[in-house]
Nanobody, 115 residues
Framework: QVQLVESGGGLVQAGGSLRLSCAASETTLRLNVMGWYRQAPGKQRELVAT???????NYADSVKGRFTISRDNAKNTVYLQMNSLKPEDTAVYYC?????????WGQGTQVSVSS
């Protein structure tokens, strides 16, 4: 079983920055893909960014050029650097991974962007 713990959320003004962290209980070297998703009130959970063990990254069109996903295998942690934040980025952000076919989610961290 993999436990994921997110941190770093908060309230920020539009144009500001936040860095989210997701600490995994399992060595990230065994986690082929780790990702960030978000869910705004009344909306479905959506993909924000993913990072593969090979170093490939993938981003939702809405965050390209503003968000950067990275991973530190020494700390078993994946990060999401969010710059130029917009009010529409307001959501609960979740960390996600899969191991041996089982999908794992963190508890989420709230990001609120004021206009």
């Amino acid at each position: 079983q993999v436990q994921l713990v997110e941190s770093g959320g908060g309230l920020v003004q539009a144009g500001g920055s936040l860095r989210l962290s997701c600490a995994a209980s399992e060595t990230t070297l065994r986690l082929n893909v780790m990702g960030w998703y978000r869910q705004a009130p009344g909306k479905q959970r959506e993909l924000v960014a993913t990072y593969t063990s090979g170093g490939s990254t993938n981003y939702a069109d809405s965050v390209k050029g503003r968000f950067t996903i990275s991973r530190d295998n020494a700390k078993n942690t994946v990060y999401l650097q969010m710059n130029s934040l917009k009010p529409e980025d307001t959501a609960v952000y979740y960390c996600n991974t899969r191991l041996w076919g089982v999908l794992y989610w963190g508890q989420g961290t709230q990001v609120s962007v004021s206009s």
